[in-house]
T-cell receptor, first 112, second 116 residues
Framework: QKEVEQDPGPLSVPEGAIVSLNCTYSNSAFQYFMWYRQYSRKGPELLMYTYSSGNKEDGRFTAQVDKSSKYISLFIRDSQPSDSATYLCAMSLNQAGTALIFGKGTTLSVSS | GAVVSQHPSRVICKSGTSVKIECRSLDFQATTMFWYRQFPKQSLMLMATSNEGSKATYEQGVEKDKFLINHASLTLSTLTVTSAHPEDSSFYIC????????????FGPGTRLTVL
């Protein structure tokens, strides 16, 4: 079993839809959870950062972490064509200086 | 803020040659930089962790003599792919962790290496 599992998709939705992206993980010691967005042939861009369990909202994006289920989610409301990208979940054990463990990424396509 | 640059963005080289990739944190100091490799439709795979002023820590299966990493200052780390072969063709991405902060890593735009 891989440390971080993420359905690669692709996921296609119409503009305005609510998108749900998910990752599961096996290591209960992970404490920091992140979502990155990566456009084709570009470096990942940090979208959301969460420590431990709970929800975090930023504009149209909401990140949820359920440590008891080892499950994290990213919701995108009112999706736009510009949201079309690959979304990578990532997590780490502890504080700064620790390498991130990435999911495989989910490719999202939002059609207008 | 928190901008990371990489140079070059794209490089094509002949088999057997060496290629150097630079990673710079432009507006912050990064005690730790990471080097990742990403193959098409795959996730980022950590190659090595680089701390300023010390030897890099390589992940299992990554040849340290082939992928030379130098982290000479708090804003610059370099990755040199020595004696490159076609199987080394990939997208190489660096990230920098903010010194003293939470584990928030900022990624460079990546370098696409093609070895002929």
């Amino acid at each position: 079993q891989k440390e971080v599992e993420q359905d690669p998709g692709p996921l296609s939705v119409p503009e305005g839809a609510i998108v749900s992206l998910n990752c599961t993980y096996s290591n209960s010691a992970f404490q920091y959870f992140m979502w990155y967005r990566q456009y084709s042939r570009k470096g990942p861009e940090l979208l959301m950062y969460t420590y431990s369990s709970g929800n975090k909202e930023d504009g149209r994006f909401t990140a949820q972490v359920d440590k008891s289920s080892k499950y994290i989610s990213l919701f995108i409301r009112d999706s736009q064509p510009s949201d079309s990208a690959t979304y990578l979940c990532a997590m780490s054990l502890n504080q700064a200086g620790t390498a991130l463990i990435f999911g495989k990424g989910t490719t999202l396509s939002v059609s207008s | 803020g928190a901008v990371v640059s990489q140079h070059p963005s794209r490089v094509i080289c002949k088999s057997g040659t060496s290629v150097k990739i630079e990673c710079r944190s432009l507006d912050f100091q990064a005690t730790t930089m990471f080097w990742y490799r990403q193959f098409p439709k795959q996730s980022l795979m950590l190659m090595a962790t680089s701390n300023e002023g010390s030897k890099a820590t390589y992940e299992q299966g990554v040849e340290k003599d082939k992928f030379l990493i130098n982290h000479a200052s708090l804003t610059l780390s370099t990755l040199t792919v020595t004696s490159a072969h076609p199987e080394d063709s990939s997208f190489y991405i660096c990230s920098a962790a903010v010194t003293g902060g939470r584990n928030e890593q900022f990624f460079g735009p990546g370098t696409r290496l093609t070895v002929l």
